[in-house]
């Protein structure tokens, strides 16, 4: 797995943003190259949110500023509704910048210390020079009250608010494209539920398109449309978000879920383990990058690097010995006992028809999933007041034309500074 | 936080200002010119008609102190303005563009450096001519390496940070960059700079004239006078020290209002600045029975004293561990989660206060002496902290790491510890962990440098192990191998774990019982299996809405928790949940809920208002959440009325009923 | 591999620093000539006299001539005292050497307990009076401090002569009574800044969370900061000692002269007086040597005290 190739990307005039063949590579010293992005592709259709996840090391946050040319890509296309933004230098290059956006993961050191709300929301219109009153409008927008957030400086603000504030600073601008590179990972559970709640609003309010790029599978679950799982420079797997969590093909993205406590799904012992830890991305293995910790490895993935291919509707995986669909109910997996090849067997040649052919995908029709969580929580958000199926859902529902969300600032602020032990 | 700058910084400044102002208008100072002889009569110590006094020929010394400062100054501010103006542009290009830029300034750079500056200035003034403007143009280029050094430093450490490339992102061009993201951070450390740098100059200034090259005589400088003064100082040694000690004054002036800018702006700098510990309040504790557990934690309490006022971190705790179990703690950051592991272990700052009782099988550790206690750490109670990459000392080889609890405590030999340290590696599962012994920390990954704590922390074979966040900064494959070694190693040893997390999936999976803390208080605490299926108090009940799961459907709507955790300085009367409490009523601001216990499985709860529990049916979360929906009224589903569990709080709580929905309503987003 | 690198990079260093002195050196305004022969010699002899000195042929042929003679050890002659430079440095480097280690040794040796006493109880009593008087220190001209340290010791208590010099291998008492008060004058001002860089680092250390686990193991506190902090706190007081070098040579100048010590700095002075251009050149390029190599060495101590460096 782990693998390349672009035969999953839609017809060009389907998407808004088409990532083809993306490498990125950074000196490593001593003369060595550390290879932190070797060969992906993936495509955005406009409104579209595409998850990207995968642990450190596995070049997500690398693509996704090669995506913006920050640096610009060692090679590989990024074209953004048709325009190769690789081949643009200098002010060229800039003048695309208005419609791809990006937010950060740390909120404290992405916000200049010096400058206050104002002028940091501002930026970017007196950048290009255009009227600057739309200030208040996304700080209201994302949730902060412009009449006291707007004069004050960043170190007044805990980090869910200056994550509002990264975020003010990108939508100003009207971007087409907003690339999240951790947004949340730096805060708390309550915090974070606020800014991906936030986010969503605002896709549909200003119509975003949103690369999402996580660690936390079930955060990233939570807001896309389709997940890209990423491995050390490559992709393993691509499938709509619900999909590749009940019916995960790829031995990584098993073992990604598995690892997840409560991930819903009963694989059996096999798939759940995997072991070691990521090679070096200065010295891939060669082949698959996965084998070294694959639990399904066999010679032919040493020596022959698995391209994507489809294995299910809009299912795309990079793997030569997939893993069959788990029993959704786990009750019994009888499908396992099928001889999946193990590093010990000797696989004579590399030509060897993979053990367990890809089954034909399950497309079910219900959104529904009925595995069994792990955890039992039970929903009691509103009493008398929730209806079936309408679970944790947000007491007073998004009304069609969504009006700015009420702002909670007055009371935070004079919180105020952050607390320090020290 | 704006800092303040403290007395000494207006002090120092003040005595700047004065000299300044002095030598700027000596003309008008009613004293004699610096070069009248015979203004007095000659070595005549301090009077009223000379106040400093007079020399050799009967100069007054004060006025000749004050016109050597127009050329102390001068040359200070002078060489400093021209190194800055030579030096700040080229250091922050060096810093910003970095490459070949950066190369070449900091090679020549680092060739000037070589050169011994004061030996070159002495040699340059000798021959050039002994000048205020060779003297200054001199000091003032020989400061331009160090300038070049430190703008390239202070911009480094800004060019790097995430806010220049939002601001590329943007679409912004170089040159705002520079000026407006930029220049403002660097100006306040440059600035420091430049107060320690005229410190600098005046002493090196003062070095060229005390050698006879610097300004020529009769125009006076300090260090000139200095010089004189030198052959006087048997006779009349006011001569020399009045001239000394303005230096003194002015150069530690420079230099203490040059540090105070700096400590402005160090974050490191300025949060190791100790806080002196106000008169502690006594923290007593009710009596209590001392039970027959492994552990027993009794009303723990600790108290900061900050510059802003009391923080009360962990805020009377209690709970008992029995061997064999996992207890987890629960909470957001700043819930004194990990204050209260530190409190147990007695590892705390100088400026806390601990209340309460920890007894391990009986013993109170509380009464231990600092000795005692040591006999406890790490013999009986291990510790894993969050991140491995700074839990391991850098200049030690895991070796000797490993094997120093074994020689310390069990007082082993070093080759019978380094054998148990090779049987302990290859425990957690660590390959070849006798090649592992000669390695150092940086050379490890995260989750190897895990288990290498682990392995330390389980080295004497411990009855309660203390693990604080041990996964938090690992990746989710390593997380599970981490947690499953854990509960392999508990099995094994038939140890006691209290795990530390803010992460609800990890304690459901791996706990027996759950403490869920909020502001440093228990705000529940029961069996895991039952404090997350039928959380009680609302905050519990929110976390566990809030954080996104797996089989949640796509887009799912998290619950809210608006706000955020309060400020635990001068924390509000009443429930401290209150603030972002959806069901929160006039009686939650005034009186803190005690922890009421309900059930037959000890499930505490401090709320007023508990959620009420769900039928006690463990099937899927789809049927729970139906029923409840379909019944509608709750009062029908608590069997039992909670009793409190101290009466203190007068009345038990209430259990609520629908009408609480009005508050979701307004408060929930 | 790296030594082989650094030493490359530390012949560069030393090729550029050498002939910028040089070149520097002879753009200044002044004539050798002239301070030999006085202002009333004719032009003929000043010519003669360029002749015989080498001064007719161009700067880069004199800088190579130079050149080639310091790589055998030659510094050249004094063209004013007609002495072989070599030998006049080489017979006061001795004095500048005890001086300097002498001053390195009695700054370290108190900064290294007191930093570290400090550190251990941040904000008490010792602390705060370490602070203030390593301002003190830090705010005190070499000079003032000499000057002050002579009307104590020397007239007023006269403990040690206030002047002169005894070589250690004349007598080894006399040599410690006159090398002990300039020792100390130059090493007072390291002390500050030793003690202070050692005290912030190792605050900085004992907050790491590999102290607290050090505690949390039952280590004693003795052990803890002998074993576990000291040496992770060491590497900003050693990069100090060897870049701070540059400002004890300057000082070593100062106190040479103010204690009337025949030492490399006071021939530099005298020479830069006497316009003895290659005395004073010799005297730079010694210094500048001596700065790199010992800068150098620092960073061999670096990648001892740090295991993280060796490899990077």
């Known amino acids: 797995m782990a693998g390349s190739g672009s035969a999953h990307l839609r017809p060009r005039d389907e998407v808004l943003l088409r990532v083809e063949d993306l490498v990125v590579e950074f000196p490593a010293g001593r003369g060595r190259t550390v290879r932190a992005v070797s060969g992906v592709s993936f495509d955005l259709a406009r409104g579209e949110t595409l998850g990207i996840v995968g642990e450190s090391g596995c070049g997500k946050s690398s693509a996704a500023r090669a995506l913006v040319q920050l640096p610009p890509p060692r090679s590989g296309s990024v074209r953004l509704d048709g325009l190769e933004l690789t081949a643009l230098r200098g002010e060229s290059l800039r003048r695309t910048r208005r419609r791809l956006q990006m937010i950060f993961q740390d909120p404290i050191s992405s916000l200049n210390p010096r400058r206050r709300v104002r002028e940091i929301v501002g930026e970017g219109p007196r950048v290009w020079n255009l009227p600057g009153d739309r200030v208040d409008e996304v700080l209201e927008a994302v949730g902060l009250d412009p009449a006291t957030a707007a004069e004050r400086r960043p170190h007044e603000f805990s980090g869910g608010q200056c994550q509002r504030i990264s975020i003010a600073r990108a939508l100003i601008l009207d971007p087409e494209v907003v690339i999240c590179d951790e947004p949340v990972s730096a805060l708390d559970v309550s915090v974070q539920a606020q800014i991906l709640g936030l986010l969503e609003d605002l896709k549909a309010r200003y119509r975003l398109t949103l690369v999402f790029i996580a660690h936390d599978l079930a955060v990233v679950k939570n807001v896309s449309d389709r997940i890209l799982v990423m491995y050390l420079g490559k992709v393993c797997e691509l499938a709509p978000s619900e999909a590749l969590i009940s019916r995960p093909a790829h031995p990584y993205t098993r073992a990604l879920i598995a690892s997840i406590p ?161 | 936080m704006r800092r303040r700058l403290g007395l000494g910084f207006w002090l120092a400044a003040s005595w700047i200002g004065l000299v300044l102002l002095a030598a700027l208008l000596a003309d008008l100072l009613p004293f004699p010119r610096y070069d009248e002889t015979l203004a007095g009569p000659p070595q005549s110590g301090p009077s009223a008609a000379h106040p400093l006094g007079t020399d050799g020929l009967g100069r007054d010394v004060l006025s000749r102190v004050v016109y050597g400062a127009r050329v102390s100054l001068g040359v200070g501010i002078g060489a400093v303005l021209l190194g800055l103006g030579i030096g700040a542009p080229l250091g922050i290009l060096a810093g910003y563009r970095r490459k070949a830029a950066d190369a070449v300034i900091m090679a020549v750079n680092d060739v000037a450096q070589a050169f011994p500056a004061l030996v070159f200035a002495l040699a340059v003034v000798a021959f050039a001519g002994a000048s205020l403007r060779n003297v200054l143009i001199v000091l003032g280029v020989l400061g331009v390496p160090s300038w070049v050094r430190l703008i390239r430093g202070a911009t ?341 774990v209290v795990l530390v997390s803010h992460d609800l999936s990890v304690v459901a999976r791996w706990a027996d019982e759950v403490i869920v803390m909020y502001a440093g208080k228990v705000v529940e605490r029961g069996p895991a299996r039952e404090v997350f299926a039928r959380p009680r108090m609302p905050y519990t009940e929110a976390l566990l809405q809030a954080a996104p799961r797996l089989t949640d459907p796509v887009h799912h709507r998290l619950r809210v928790i608006p706000g955020r955790p309060p400020d635990l300085v001068d924390l509000p009367p009443g429930c401290p949940f209150r603030a972002r409490c959806p069901y929160a009523r006039d009686r939650c601001a005034t009186e803190p809920p005690p922890l009421f216990e309900d059930g037959p499985q000890h499930h505490q709860y401090a709320c007023w208002f508990p959620r009420d529990p769900a039928p006690a049916e463990p099937g899927s979360t789809n049927d729970t959440a139906h029923t409840r929906a379909d019944t509608g009224s709750t009062s029908d589903t608590t069997p039992t009325r909670p009793r409190p569990e101290s009466t203190s709080g007068g009345a038990g709580p209430e259990t609520v009923t629908g009408d609480a929905a009005s508050g979701v309503e307004s408060r929930g987003r | 591999m790296i030594v082989v690198h650094r030493l490359a990079r530390l012949l560069v260093v030393l090729v550029v620093v050498t002939f910028l002195s040089f070149v520097l050196l002879n753009l200044l305004p002044g004539d050798p000539v002239t301070q030999i022969l006085g202002l009333s010699a004719t032009e003929e002899a000043r010519a003669q006299l360029r002749r015989e000195l080498g001064l007719d042929q161009p700067l880069l042929v004199r800088y190579l001539d130079w050149l080639g003679g310091l790589a055998t050890g030659d510094f050249g002659t004094s063209y004013i005292t007609r002495m072989p430079v070599g030998a006049e440095l080489a017979e006061r480097l001795p004095v500048t050497l005890e001086l300097l280690i002498a001053a390195q040794l009695i700054a370290l040796g108190l900064a290294v307990p007191v930093g570290v006493a400090a550190a251990r109880r941040a904000g008490r009593a010792l602390d705060q009076a370490l602070t203030a008087l390593s301002f003190a220190l830090l705010s005190t001209p070499v000079f003032v401090l000499g000057v002050v340290l002579i009307l104590l010791f020397a007239v007023t208590w006269q403990v040690v002569p206030a002047t002169g010099w005894t070589p250690i291998t004349l007598d080894l008492g006399w040599n410690l009574t006159s090398v002990i008060l300039p020792a100390v004058t130059l090493g007072c001002g390291q002390f500050a800044v030793y003690a202070r860089l050692l005290r912030t680092d190792l605050i900085a250390t004992l907050q790491e969370d590999y102290i607290t686990l050090a505690r949390a193991r039952g280590l004693s506190p003795r052990r803890i900061l002998w074993r576990h902090a000291l040496r992770p706190s060491a590497i900003t007081l050693i990069t100090a000692i060897g870049l701070n070098l540059g400002a004890l040579i300057g000082g070593t100048v100062i106190i040479e002269t103010l204690f009337g010590l025949p030492g490399i700095g006071r021939l530099i002075v005298d020479s830069i007086f006497s316009r003895d251009y290659l005395t004073v050149q010799g005297g730079v390029v010694l210094i500048s040597v001596g700065y790199v190599v010992v800068n150098f060495a620092v960073d061999l101590v670096y990648a001892a005290v740090d295991p993280r460096i060796r490899r990077a």
């Not at chain 2, 705002?176 to 440059?190: F, S, T, Y």
């Not at chain 2, 990459?389 to 069990?410: D, F, K, Y």
Request: aromatic share 4%; charged share 20%.
């Open chain 2, 156 to 496: 480094l450490t800004f060019a790097e940070r995430e806010f220049v490339l939002a601001a590329r992102v943007l679409g912004t061009r170089d040159r705002r960059i520079l000026w407006r993201e930029i220049v403002p951070n660097v100006a306040v450390p440059a600035a420091s700079y430049a107060f320690i740098g005229m410190a600098v100059v005046v002493v090196a200034e003062g070095s060229l004239a005390f050698l006879g090259l610097s300004v020529q005589a009769p125009q006076p400088t300090w260090g000139g006078l200095i010089n004189e003064g030198r052959t006087l100082m048997e006779t009349a040694p006011h001569v020399v020290l009045a001239p000394s000690v303005v230096m003194f004054l002015t150069v530690l002036s420079f230099n203490l209002v040059g540090d105070r800018l700096r400590a402005m702006t160090d974050v490191r700098e300025s949060g190791l600045e100790p806080v002196r510990p106000a008169a502690a309040p006594a923290l007593p504790a009710a009596p209590h029975p001392v039970h027959d557990v492994l552990l027993q934690v009794e009303e723990l309490r600790t108290h900061f004293t900050t510059p802003r006022g009391l923080v009360k971190a962990v805020d009377g705790v209690s709970f008992t561990l029995e061997r064999g179990k996992t207890l987890a703690i629960v909470g957001e950051s700043g819930s004194g989660k990990s204050m209260l592991i530190r409190s147990i272990l007695g590892l705390l700052p100088g400026t806390s206060v601990r209340g309460g009782h920890v007894y391990l099988s009986g013993d109170d550790l509380t009464a231990y002496g600092p000795a005692e206690m040591r006999s406890v750490l790490g013999l009986r109670l291990g510790t894993v902290f969050q991140d491995p990459m700074t839990a391991l000392n850098p200049v030690r080889t895991i070796g000797a790491q490993v094997t120093e609890p074994l020689r310390v405590h069990l007082r082993m030999g070093r080759r019978e510890a380094r054998a148990e340290a090779v049987r302990l590696l290859a425990s957690v599962g660590i390959p070849d962990p006798a090649r592992m012994l000669r390695r150092y920390p940086h050379q490890l990954s995260g989750g190897m440098r895990q288990r290498v704590t682990i392995a330390m922390a389980l080295s004497c074979r411990p009855d309660v192990l203390f693990a604080d966040e041990p996964t938090t900064a690992l990746d989710v494959t390593i997380q599970d191998q981490v947690l499953r070694l854990l509960h392999r190693l508990r099995e094994e040893r038939d140890m006691a």
């Open chain 1, 262 to 422: 409560g991930g819903g799904l009963d694989l059996p012992p096999a798939d759940q383990l995997i072991t070691g830890e990521p090679p070096s991305p200065v010295d891939p293995p060669t082949g698959c990058r996965f084998r070294t910790r694959c639990p399904r490895a066999a010679a032919r993935c040493a020596a022959e690097e698995p391209l994507i291919r489809q294995i299910g509707e809009d299912h795309w995986l990079a793997c030569h010995y997939p893993a069959p669909p788990p029993s959704p109910t786990g009750t019994s997996t009888p499908t396992f006992t099928t001889t999946a090849p193990s590093i010990t067997t000797s696989t004579p040649s590399i030509t060897t028809v993979p053990a367990s052919p890809p089954q034909p995908p399950r497309i079910t029709t219900t959104t529904a999933i009925d595995v069994q969580a792990t955890i039992d929580v039970t929903a009691n958000a509103t009493p008398g007041n929730a209806t079936p199926g309408q679970r944790h859902s947000r007491p007073t529902p998004l009304p069609a034309t969504p009006k700015p969300p009420t702002p909670h600032f007055h009371r935070h602020v004079h919180e105020g500074r952050r607390w320090r032990w020290r």
